[in-house]
């Protein structure tokens, strides 16, 4: 039996919602939304108690399977029930709190905070305390509270990192840290707004001070600036993931091929390949080519190669890849994964790319033996976010790797220049 409701003018809870024993749909939020949910479920967001009430950046986006359900389960990435959220009014009732994660243990709630530090002066920190940023609270006198601002998109550093560097720096003011998962919202405005009232939360009436920034000759401590490197590798040593877009037969699987010879002939780092046709027969054996089992096989490339790149490795991709939005996923998984994201473009044109028809694809294709065949029956999206483009027609591979290489070495992500060392 499906869950029935009339119309509440109350926020509804789940108990009303679902008939006993009838498991609720689940959803696993976003980084960000699942830092709101916290601050949420603590009370650090009050008066807020909910998602997408008027005006508020705090919101939550269910995909299109759940917009018509009545109660949803919010789950953490393992599936750990967190709350249950009524989709009529975004009211959010909490389950259990989050209770992983690096340094949980400095993520107190406000009621928590008014019981260990009622009285001090706090302070937020959203990036390393340099040295003058130090000396001017160790002047404050009285105890110091350091609210690390760490959720999503906030902070300088990673948010490891930077409460890292925020305890080191603490231990030299004899100063307490608590993390406060406040994410960013992508509208400065709205979110210093946010960051004020959530901040004014924890103090409750005890004073606030806002560090001025730091100049531009200020120093970290040594510890504070060892920190700081270790989170924000040179280019250089940054994990780094290489992918080539375009359509079948533009050349990305022999590009892709010759830049690994170079890589490896260099010797300075190892390489991971993720080819297109490999990984449908590996990773993403089973898949068609419809568009949602392509974005599948993207995305799991991307979460290979992001996790390649969180340990400081090397991943050439050279999938199809032809939907602007499942490639800025791969971005923006990368990216958030400490490693940088370089897009080629292969732009040969179709006729080329046909003329070649290396696997005599385009002309089954072309006779509609081969349904939803890119570049024929099924769109590709050109990039303009590629940091290479390169069309191979009339070129011999080594020309055409050379683009690739010089602009790898421009960007400072990998030098192969020199050859073999
Ligand atoms: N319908 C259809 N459309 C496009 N390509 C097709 C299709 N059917 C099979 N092939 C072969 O599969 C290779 C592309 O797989 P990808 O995994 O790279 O595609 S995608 O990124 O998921 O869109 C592609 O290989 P490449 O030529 O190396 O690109 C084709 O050989
Ligand atoms: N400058 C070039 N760069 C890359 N490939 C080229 C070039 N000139 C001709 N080709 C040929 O084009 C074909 C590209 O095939 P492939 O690399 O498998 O493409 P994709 O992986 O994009 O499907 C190969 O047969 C390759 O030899």
Request: proline letters at 8%.
């Given at each position: ?264 002939e260099q010797g300075e780092r190892s390489v991971t390949s993720l080819d297109g046709d490999v990984v449908r027969r590996h990773l993403s054996a089973g898949l068609t080519f419809s ?131």
């Open positions: 039996m499906a869950c029935t409701l009339a119309s509440h003018h109350q926020p509804l809870r789940w108990q009303d919602a679902c008939v006993p024993n009838q498991p609720l749909p689940q959803h696993c939020p976003t980084p960000r939304e699942l830092d709101d949910l916290e601050l949420l479920t603590t009370g650090a967001l009050a008066p807020l108690v909910g998602f997408g009430h008027d005006g508020s950046p705090v919101t939550l986006s269910l995909p299109d399977g759940l917009a018509d359900t009545e109660v949803v389960e919010l789950v953490d990435p393992e599936g750990l029930p967190l709350a249950r959220v009524t989709t009529a009014t975004g009211a959010v009732e909490p389950l259990t709190h989050h209770q992983y994660g690096p340094f949980r243990r400095l993520y107190l709630t406000p009621a928590q905070v008014r019981e260990q530090y009622a009285g001090a002066t706090f302070v937020p920190v959203t990036d390393a305390l340099t040295t003058t940023q130090l000396d001017e609270l160790a002047s404050l006198g009285g105890r110091t509270v350091l609210l690390a601002l760490v959720g999503t998109g906030t902070p300088a550093l990673s948010p490891v990192a930077t409460i890292r560097a925020t305890l080191a720096a603490a231990s030299r003011i004899g100063a307490e840290v608590v993390a406060v998962p406040l994410a960013s919202h992508g509208d400065a405005e709205a979110d210093h707004a946010l960051g004020v009232q959530v901040v004014a939360t924890y103090a409750d009436g005890d004073p606030v001070h806002a560090l001025p920034e730091p100049a531009s000759d200020d120093a970290w401590p040594d510890d504070v600036a060892a920190i700081v490197e270790a989170d924000q590798p040179a280019p250089e040593d940054q994990g780094l993931v290489l992918f080539f877009t375009g359509l079948s037969g533009s050349g990305k699987s022999t590009l892709a091929r010759a830049l690994m010879d170079r890589i490896l568009k949602a089992d392509r974005e599948t096989n993207i995305r799991r490339i991307g979460w290979v190669a992001a996790e390649i790149s969180r340990h400081g490795g090397l991943a050439v991709c050279s999938p199809i890849a032809p939907f602007a939005e499942t490639r800025a996923q791969v971005r923006e998984m990368v990216e958030e994964a400490g490693g940088a994201f370089f897009l080629v473009h292969v732009a040969t044109p179709l006729e080329e790319c046909e003329r070649r028809d290396r696997k005599g694809l385009y002309a089954k294709a072309r006779r509609g033996e081969i349904p939803e065949f890119t570049g024929i029956s099924s769109p590709y999206e050109e990039p303009d976010d590629a940091a290479v483009v390169v069309d191979t027609t009339g070129r011999t591979i080594e020309d055409a790797l050379d683009d690739v290489i010089e602009g790898l070495r421009a960007s400072g992500h990998l030098d192969l220049a020199g050859g073999p060392g």
